[in-house]
């Protein structure tokens, strides 16, 4: 199955500068929600003196990953729940208390271990849903590694304002880093087979969840339920067999006038027969083939692919292949040898190590404004 569909990305605007840019999406199609919501993104910063932060030589800025495709995921309100949840029902009280609504602040986004930045586009989105007055600049874009102590970004604006976004700007961006880092490891790791993450994602997260996986390098699987037939275990039991389910799906398809991706779940070579058998027999929309757990583990910490390989093999690109089960960044090159299609990892989203990134109010300027306000 090709990748769900995602935005077609600008070309670079030649008039930036090189490490001054902004992110924008043009919308794929009318029944994606939330990006006909993506809003008019924010002013650069005015230029103005100060010290030369510690990030990589200057580059133009790369064309942005737009996220997924999805026809009822609200992105803007995934937002709004989670700035919610620190709002409550009176606000930022820290700040109320001790920072005047009229005081400004430029903060800094400093990468705190090494990694592949992700987030930076929905960053944008969340501090001009907080304040559209805030200005943002960013020196690196989705999808480049940073090293730690890098500086990559800045915002400007109502300080209270930065603060009510930071914690949620933050979590986004540290998650979705995190994901695009280990996609990104096990994407080269797995070449020439591509990369696809899973279902197991953070509930009500999972457009931003696989949205990191494509800035890491990787492929989408399904989204949901409704963009995919997967024919899974407990499907094939229910239908009393192999043979069975992909006929009620190739006869459910025909009656609904569906034409979508439709995917099987083998374990056995004997059921690779089994589907080969039926597809060479029968009319069928069958686009894909799972050889699931088909990765054997070792005692010694290896694994055995000579199963895998036996059935992508048996295949022959008659559909495509995709390996399932026993998938971590030690064994994945060696499932990607045997020549199969796709390669899945829940581990991408379920066990997801955040990608530590700071956002520090610039102390000098801060001092020198409360030095202000106290006068004042």
């Known amino acids: 199955m090709p990748g769900i569909p995602t935005a077609p990305a600008p070309p670079p605007d030649s008039s930036l500068l090189a490490r001054r840019h902004r992110l924008q999406f043009s919308s794929p199609s009318p029944r994606s929600n939330h990006q006909r919501l993506l809003p008019t993104l924010l002013p650069r910063l005015p230029a103005r003196p100060r010290a030369a ?8 800025p790369a064309p942005p990953v737009a996220p997924p495709a999805h026809p ?14 620190d709002a409550g029902d009176r606000g930022d009280v820290s700040c109320l208390a001790t920072i005047p609504s009229d005081v400004e602040a430029e903060a800094t986004f400093i990468a705190k271990a090494d990694g592949v930045i992700a987030g930076i586009s929905l960053a944008d989105m969340i501090f001009n849903q907080v304040d559209p007055s805030l200005k943002v600049e960013w020196f690196e874009s ?30 986004f961006m540290q998650r979705m880093s995190g994901i695009a880092t280990l996609t990104k490891a096990m994407s080269d790791a797995a070449r020439p087979a591509c990369i696809l993450e899973t279902r197991k994602t953070a509930p009500g997260l999972r457009l931003v969840d696989k949205w990191a996986v494509l800035i890491g390098g990787g492929k989408n699987h399904r989204l949901g339920l409704f963009d995919m037939v997967m024919i899974k275990d407990n499907h094939i039991s229910v239908a009393g ?40 027999e029968n009319k069928t ?26 059935a992508v093999q048996l295949i022959n690109g008659r559909f495509e292949t995709e390996a399932s089960g026993n998938v971590t960044i ?8 045997t020549g199969v299609t796709y390669i899945s990892s829940g581990a991408l989203t379920h066990s997801v190590k955040a990608l530590d990134i700071s956002l520090k109010i610039d102390t000098e300027l801060a001092l020198q404004v409360g030095r202000r306000t106290n006068r004042a």
């Open 330 to 337: 030690d064994t994945v090159k060696k499932i990607g040898e």
């Open 53 to 60: 932060p510690m990030s990589a030589e200057a580059r133009a």
């Open 142 to 171: 989705d999808g480049n590694y940073v090293h730690k102590g890098l500086q990559f970004g800045k915002v400007y604006g109502c300080a209270r304002s930065i603060i009510v976004a930071e914690r949620v700007v933050l979590n």
């Open 241 to 280: 067999g192999i043979a069975n389910a992909m006929r009620s799906v190739d006869q459910f398809l025909e009656k609904e006038k569906l034409t979508i991706p439709v995917e099987v779940e083998t374990r056995t070579i004997e059921e690779v027969k089994d589907v080969l058998k039926y597809a060479a």
């Open 72 to 85: 009822t995921y609200d992105l803007r309100g995934v937002i709004a729940l989670a700035l919610s949840e």
């Open 285 to 310: 929309s069958l686009t894909r083939i799972m050889l699931d757990n088909m990765v054997v583990p070792l005692p010694n910490g290896d694994v055995d692919v000579a199963m895998l390989k036996d």
